[in-house]
């Protein structure tokens, strides 16, 4: 069982910065890939930034050069350090991880998702 918390959202002023923090708990061994995705109202959930145990990130076009993705594996942590923030990046920003776990002899796929954390970038 993995468990995420998120926190690190606010409102911000255009071209101001937040980190984001998504703290895993439980069975976190298990974890491959973290990842953040928003949610903007009237939109569907995507994918902004993804980082796995080996460091290898992919980013969403939209945010490449402002956002980075970073992971502390010691501390079960993901974060997003969002820079030069717009008005459309307002959302409601959602921490995912997904991996492995061993049952019954079998690799099992997993993903879990946090709560949100509201990001409000107003003028």
């Known amino acids: 069982q993995v468990r995420l918390v998120e926190s690190g959202g606010g409102l911000v002023q255009p071209g101001g910065s937040l980190r984001l923090s998504c703290a895993a708990s439980?069975?976190?061994?298990?974890?491959?890939?973290m990842g953040w995705y928003h949610q903007a109202p009237g939109k569907q959930r995507e994918l902004v930034a993804g980082?796995?145990?080996?460091?290898?990130?992919n980013y969403a076009d939209s945010v490449k050069g402002r956002f980075t993705i970073s992971r502390d594996n010691a501390q079960n942590t993901v974060y997003l350090q969002m820079n030069s923030l717009k008005p459309e990046n307002t959302a409601v920003y959602f921490c995912?991880?997904?991996?492995?776990?061993?049952?019954?002899?079998?690799?099992?796929?997993?993903?879990?998702w946090g709560q949100g954390t509201q990001v409000t970038v107003s003028s």
């Open positions: 439980g069975t976190t061994s298990s974890i491959n890939a």
């Open positions: 995912n991880v997904a991996g492995k776990y061993y049952s019954g002899g079998y690799a099992r796929d997993f993903q879990a």
């Open positions: 980082i796995v145990r080996g460091g290898s990130t």
